[in-house]
């Protein structure tokens, strides 16, 4: 069964510091793997898009890294910011399927504390 | 940018009442999604369309229905409102479906009394 299981659940950190999620999923035939930001009560927005030939990307403080062998995904926050405080969603596309085959994650909440 | 709209952002409704939710889209993209996104459940998907007048039923389609009378808008229907369909409603579109990259509205965040 596809699946997406994100660690940790949820996350406290201190302003200025670094912070690591992680994302372990068991999708196939994989396409992509992207990153999600999600302020509360706001819609996902793309942070990272990785197919299976790229292993790591970056988006200012943000940067992403793939390892397709072991099926894992990370995403580093550098220096944090308070407005990084949100929930960030790791999402897997599989190859061919249906339009909606994308399998999400329940995602990792980040709170960044002063 | 791709800018994707939703009609509310908040809306409260009556059990049995019937409701809409609209989403538009301004890049002329191919494919439209809507989801519900519920406390430890994550984003589950509902109904999506990859043309005008098309539809797919996704993984919870029950008590939903769609519309896509147009290619840049796409409608979720709630036949007949219950409390378990309060929940935060988001769409979403993409261009193409090889990469298949959704760019979400703001969502809808309904409730039913």
């Known amino acids: 069964k596809n699946q997406v299981e994100q660690s940790p659940q949820s996350l406290i950190i201190l302003e200025g510091k670094n912070c690591t999620l992680q994302?372990?999923?068991?999708?196939?035939?994989?396409?992509?793997l992207r990153w999600y930001k999600q302020d509360t009560g706001r819609g996902p927005v793309s942070l990272t898009i990785?197919?299976?030939?790229?292993n790591t990307k970056s988006n200012g403080r943000y940067t992403a890294t793939l390892d397709a062998d072991t099926k894992q995904s990370s995403l580093h926050i550098t220096a944090s910011q308070l407005s990084d405080s949100a929930s960030y969603i790791c999402?897997?596309?599989?190859?061919?399927?249906?339009?909606?085959?994308?399998?999400f994650g329940k995602g990792t909440k980040l709170s960044v504390k002063p | 940018d791709v800018k994707v709209t939703q009609s509310s952002r908040y809306l409260v409704k009556r059990t049995g009442e019937k409701v809409f939710l609209e989403c538009v889209q301004d890049?002329?993209?191919?494919?439209m999604f809507w989801y519900r996104q519920d406390p430890g459940l994550g984003l589950r998907l509902i109904y999506f369309?990859?043309?005008?007048?098309?539809?797919e039923k996704g993984d919870i389609p029950e008590g939903y229905s769609v519309s896509r009378e147009k290619k840049e808008r796409f409608s979720l229907i709630l036949e007949s409102a219950s409390t378990n369909q309060t929940s935060m409603y988001l769409c979403?579109?993409?261009?193409?479906?090889?990469?298949?990259?959704?760019?979400f509205g703001p969502g809808t965040r309904l409730t039913v009394l």
């Open positions: 999402v897997v596309s599989a190859k061919g399927g249906s339009q909606g085959n994308l399998i």
């Open positions: 979403a579109s993409s261009r193409d479906r090889v990469t298949n990259e959704q760019f």
């Open positions: 369309s990859y043309d005008v007048k098309m539809k």
């Open positions: 990785m197919t299976f030939s790229e």
């Open positions: 890049m002329d993209h191919e494919n």
């Open positions: 994302c372990n999923y068991t999708v196939s035939p994989f396409s992509n």
